[in-house]
């Protein structure tokens, strides 16, 4: 399927591994020309061996608003525009009781997780506007309707960034940019590998078997029994930011295998 895109521009943060790198290949393979961002450039570039088109590799981070306008800037030089933005830069952050949680823990994924998608929508939308098209996609989570106890900063942060996109939808529809949000549940990425290995350790199991455990255990609704793949988001993702969803806005769309065991979003 022709996904209209091609020839596009496509600025994605959290590029260098899992669902930023998945999108990205995705979105090169419609032809879209990439901006790419993460917090280390050695390791953007070394993930990126394999492009061989022109492309732009910024390293930044995206709780600093003067980093995020370097990396629009940059693009810009290169290409001229930005039409669609892929955010998935995050951190899952502290986790324990709610209430023993300092505030210093619910600032950072609020900065990470929430705050930073304001500041890449002010440095991008208004050009977008300027053009009549665009795509805003940010990657929420299962937690952000389906909060688990111990999880708070992130449940937190992840809701308001649900919220956040549906504020813009509102009125950026009328300028031709549409904003959409993916929420992923236990996807195969470094973040999900890491979980999986500290309760290997806590188990005294093999980290397959932590998988297992916590998928019976955790998460009843895959049925599956299975991670998902960065590739199954990525597809999401690519749907969302091109002309074939000229008719999805402020959506949420889940790629969770069936972990939300609710029918609201």
Not at 34 to 48: I, N, R
Not at 102 to 120: G, H, I, K, P
Not at 192 to 202: C, F, I, Q
Request: glycine share 8%; net charge negative; proline share 3%.
């Amino acid at each position: 399927m022709d996904l209209g895109i091609k020839g596009c521009v496509a600025l994605i943060t959290g590029a260098s591994g899992g669902v930023g790198l998945a999108t990205a290949r995705q979105l090169h393979e419609e032809g879209v020309q990439l901006v790419l961002s993460d917090m280390d450039q050695k390791k953007l570039e070394e993930a990126y061996a394999w492009l061989k088109a022109d492309s732009v590799f910024v390293a930044a981070d995206m709780t600093q608003q003067d980093q995020v306008a370097r990396v629009v800037e940059a693009g810009r030089d290169k290409f001229g525009k930005i039409d669609i933005v892929v955010h998935t830069a995050g951190v899952t952050g502290a986790k324990g009781d709610p209430l023993e949680l300092s505030d210093e823990d619910y600032l950072e994924a609020w900065n990470t997780d929430f705050f930073s998608a304001v500041r890449v929508a002010r440095a991008t939308i208004p050009d977008m506007r300027k053009h009549n098209w665009g795509r805003f996609v940010c990657i929420t989570s299962e937690n952000a309707v389906q909060p688990y106890w111990e999880e708070a900063v992130y449940n937190t942060a992840k809701a308001s960034l649900g919220a956040f996109i549906k504020n813009l939808s509102y009125k950026e529809a009328a300028h031709g940019v549409l904003c959409n949000t993916v929420a992923p549940a236990f996807i195969e990425t470094p973040m999900t590998d890491g979980m999986m290995k500290k309760r290997a350790e806590e188990l005294g199991v093999s980290f397959e078997e932590a998988i297992e455990s916590f998928l019976e255990e955790e998460r009843p609704g895959i049925v599956q029994k299975r991670r998902g793949k960065p590739e199954e988001v990525a597809a999401a993702i690519a749907l969302l930011v091109s002309e074939r969803a000229s008719f999805i806005n402020g959506s949420n769309l889940r790629v969770d295998g069936g972990s939300v065991q609710a029918l609201q979003n």
